[in-house]
């Protein structure tokens, strides 16, 4: 179990660290798009696209890298007052009760359309936009299994700390 653990993290680990990349593309292409407006006069559609697409692939996959790492948005009003045991219990069940089941409905709703999406491989409406729209889409996908993954590596963590009464 606990190499299936730690090989989780390290996916969710590369996951997060692609997403930092993105950034960087994101940045680069946006200052693409903008000389090649307002110095030559020239749309890139294709480019402004991938800018966006980019931007969805980032927060898509950091999910699971940002529950990692414990930097999530989170309500400390009385979290931070509570004992690290007690902490430890709210990780343990919000995983449980919270974080599997909105996990497991993103990964419901979305594969039909991710399906549909790719069965007719779809692509931008623009013209001189990107044709691998399915893709995009595919990454709800992805968001949904990152956080599962992940949530079983809180769930193995929380659960030995518990058992060991180690907080």
Do not use: N
């Amino acid at each position: 179990m606990k190499h299936l653990i730690e090989w989780a993290e390290a996916l969710t680990e590369g996951c997060g660290r692609l997403a930092g990349w993105c950034s960087l593309a994101i940045l680069l292409l946006t200052l693409t798009v903008v000389l090649l407006r307002y110095v030559f006069g020239i749309g890139a559609t294709a480019i402004q696209e991938t800018a966006l697409y980019l931007h969805g692939t980032i927060f898509t996959l950091a999910a699971g890298f940002t529950l990692k790492r414990d930097a999530h948005v989170r309500v400390d009003v009385f979290y931070r007052r509570f004992s690290a045991r007690s902490q430890c219990w709210i990780d343990f069940l919000g995983t449980l009760l919270f974080l599997f089941p909105l996990a497991l409905t993103i990964f419901g709703f979305s594969w039909a359309y991710v399906l549909g999406s790719w069965r007719i491989h779809e692509s931008s409406v623009e013209a001189g936009g990107l044709a691998y729209v399915y893709l995009q889409k595919s990454l709800l996908l992805v968001l949904s299994t990152s956080l599962v993954l992940e949530g079983l590596a809180q769930l193995y963590r929380k659960g030995i700390s518990l058992k060991r009464g180690e907080y």
